[in-house]
């Protein structure tokens, strides 16, 4: 069984490109997480999905930000018009519906010039 | 509102030895639940231990237990026999809302950092 993995690993952008990120969740994991880290902070929710329904988006989730999972499966985070205030770690998590544990993906590492 | 604290930026332990790591919590919900995660250089969160509002005993996985003082509002991380591995990030967090609600996303804390000296 693998784990949760997220693509790319690093990305640098210039500001006002869009990007997009990718997470692959544990496969039998109906419940998916996008959580923002930026530097000397703890994670902060931004978006979660149970299966292909996006149930709750953070006011952190600006119009600029937008989260998919088309099939129930894997899960994409696009920003448009990347700002420098973007740059952060961006981690994925899942888990299924009669477990506690969120199990975290590697991360993506943004970073906005 | 929910909140998670903690107090120790940092820390140094000597190999071998034992350290806590140190995570309050602030919660109008009687149910909830507490988790510690390790955060290597790499940036990965790797899940340690959890503890439920309702378990009668304080988790324990291998080398790590957590000392849960519910009146206290406390959930501390007991490492003990400190391996030079363990250096790394440390986050307290904190499901948010009742176990099967909405959601049920994490509040995390700042982290403590913890080094371990040969």
């Known amino acids: 069984d693998t784990g949760v993995s997220q693509d790319p690993r690093h990305k640098i952008t210039k500001r006002g490109q869009n990007v997009t990120f990718r997470c692959d969740p544990i496969?039998?994991?109906?419940?998916l997480y996008w959580y923002r880290q930026t530097l000397g902070q703890g994670p902060e929710f931004l978006t979660y999905?149970?299966?292909?329904?996006?149930?709750?988006k953070s006011r952190l989730l600006s119009d600029r930000f937008s989260a998919e999972r088309p099939k129930g499966s894997f899960s994409t985070l696009e920003i448009q018009r990347t700002e420098q205030g973007d740059s952060a770690m961006y981690l994925c998590?899942?888990?299924?519906?009669?477990?506690?544990?969120?199990?975290f993906g590697p991360g993506t590492r943004l970073l906005v010039l | 509102a929910q909140k998670i604290t903690q107090t120790q930026p940092g820390m140094f332990v000597q190999e071998k030895e034992a350290v806590t790591l140190d995570c309050t919590y602030d919660t109008s919900d009687p149910s909830y639940g507490l988790f510690w995660y390790k955060q290597p250089s790499s940036g990965e969160m790797i899940f340690l231990i959890y503890q439920g509002s309702y378990d009668q005993q304080n988790a324990t996985e291998g080398r790590y237990s957590l000392n849960f003082q519910k009146a206290r509002k406390s959930a501390n991380l007991v490492i003990s026999a400190s391996q030079l591995g363990d250096s790394a990030m440390y986050f307290c967090?904190?499901?948010?809302?009742?176990?099967?609600?909405?959601?049920?996303?994490?509040?995390f804390g700042t982290g403590t950092l913890l080094a371990v000296q040969p």
């Open positions: 967090a904190m499901r948010e809302g009742p176990y099967g609600g909405a959601t049920n996303k994490l509040i």
């Open positions: 998590a899942s888990r299924t519906s009669g477990e506690e544990t969120q199990y």
């Open positions: 496969s039998e994991h109906n419940r």
């Open positions: 999905f149970q299966n292909e329904a996006q149930l709750e």
